[in-house]
């Protein structure tokens, strides 16, 4: 339980940092990314999948025997649709390949994760 504490809180960090840097005028609203995780493959290494209270958004972070942490994506939404981006120091041959694979997710999809995220939190 102490790990998926700190992993939570890592995600919602991670969460305000991209926020923080993708905003130029306005103050973007806090967002809470702790629902899930769901375990995923991409780029053939394992992620943890949480979405986040505004029901769109993903984060998808390196989990823990990930060769590629430390590392994490973040789909944010927005009126032009999904937006991908990503931030770490994990092995970056690793990090391009999922990026590669995140990048192909249509927003059926990235919803499809965020149902899963939703149902796996029920569950805990």
């Given at each position: ?5 700190k992993l939570s ?6 969460c ?5 840097q993708?905003a ?5 609203p806090?967002l809470?990314?702790i629902?899930?995780p769901?375990?995923?493959q991409?780029?053939n ?6 979405s ?7 984060v998808?972070?390196t ?6 942490m430390?590392f994490?994506f973040f789909?944010s939404?927005?009126d032009?649709?999904y937006e991908?981006?990503?931030e770490g120091t994990?092995d970056?041959?690793?990090t ?5 694979q995140?990048k192909?997710?249509?927003d059926?999809q990235?919803m499809s994760?965020?149902a899963?995220?939703?149902k ?5």
């Amino acid at each position: 339980m102490k790990r998926h504490i700190k992993l939570s809180m890592l995600v919602i960090f991670s969460c305000a940092a991209v926020l923080s840097q993708t905003a130029r005028a306005a103050q973007p609203p806090s967002l809470q990314c702790i629902m899930g995780p769901v375990t995923k493959q991409f780029g053939n290494t394992p992620w943890l999948v949480y979405s986040c209270d505004d029901k769109m958004s993903i984060v998808i972070v390196t989990a823990t025997n990930n060769p590629a942490m430390p590392f994490y994506f973040f789909f944010s939404h927005s009126d032009k649709g999904y937006e991908l981006h990503g931030e770490g120091t994990g092995d970056k041959h690793l990090t391009d390949a999922t990026f590669a694979q995140l990048k192909l997710l249509s927003d059926s999809q990235i919803m499809s994760l965020v149902a899963e995220t939703q149902k796996a939190s029920t569950k805990n």
